[in-house]
């Protein structure tokens, strides 16, 4: 039985990431801050991506790490730490532990680093990876949604009550997180090489923040008002959404930056061949699965 080593196992995507090797007949070694509950087919090791020696535990005996760990929110330094930093220890891990094949988890940010934080330290940790000598794949996803998810939590619920604000006219991909999980999946198990791929739900050019809101729409069963937010009005809320929600706050100024770009398409000719890897569900059935997932956990 081969054996991944996971970061990020207990955030959306890692849970999916973990439910889909298990279901390829994989041993996971998982990365987790906290106790967690035993499960079957799974080793859950204690630690951060701070912590070299808990990254060497996780890596120990792996024939794979999926690299999935990382900052979304935060302060610059929050985002070097989380992302730079982190990266580069779990690189350095996985190559002392002997362990070769290594997926890293982007994100199409890293395409624009002058527009975020964010997007500038996932452009670092791709180079972290690029320096290093192991056999990586790098995988930069789109919106993730799916089950499980609470970032676009708040579009669902807009939705339901008739009305979206949506960032300045642009374009978006998407990807459901099932779809997600198991790309980074087979990518573990194969080796195409040093290549870097954007994945979607192959719809070329993706979707219009109105086409999605009215997706959405139709997932709670309305046809929402679509309100473009005008980029400096974006900046604002950006400034303002972290002083009533705190760490909870969804939009901050660094996001409001990132999301007035006006193309966050996967370019066709970066997706995975379709010999490896393709999408499986159509992204309307995939923001009803969600919608009922908000429903069934009363998140509407």
Sequence with gaps: MSTVALTGATGFVGKATVDRALARGLHVRALTRRDQPAREGVTWIKGSLNDTDSLARLASGADAVIHIAGVVNGSELDFIHGNVDGTRNMAAAATSMGVRRFVHVSSLAAREPDLSMYGRSKERAEHEVRQSALDWTMVRPPGVYGPGDLEMRDLFRMAKLGMIVLPPRGRISLIHVADLARLLVTLALSDPGRQTYECDDGHDGGYTHREFARLIGAAVGKRPLTLPMPRALLALAGRVDPLLRGSRAKLTAD?????????????????????????????????RQAADWYRANKLL
Excluded at 261 to 281: G, Y
């Design 255 to 287: 996001r409001a930056a990132y999301l007035s770009h006006p193309d966050w398409t996967a370019a066709p000719e970066r997706r995975p061949p379709i010999s490896l890897w393709a999408p499986q569900i159509a992204t309307a059935d995939g923001l």
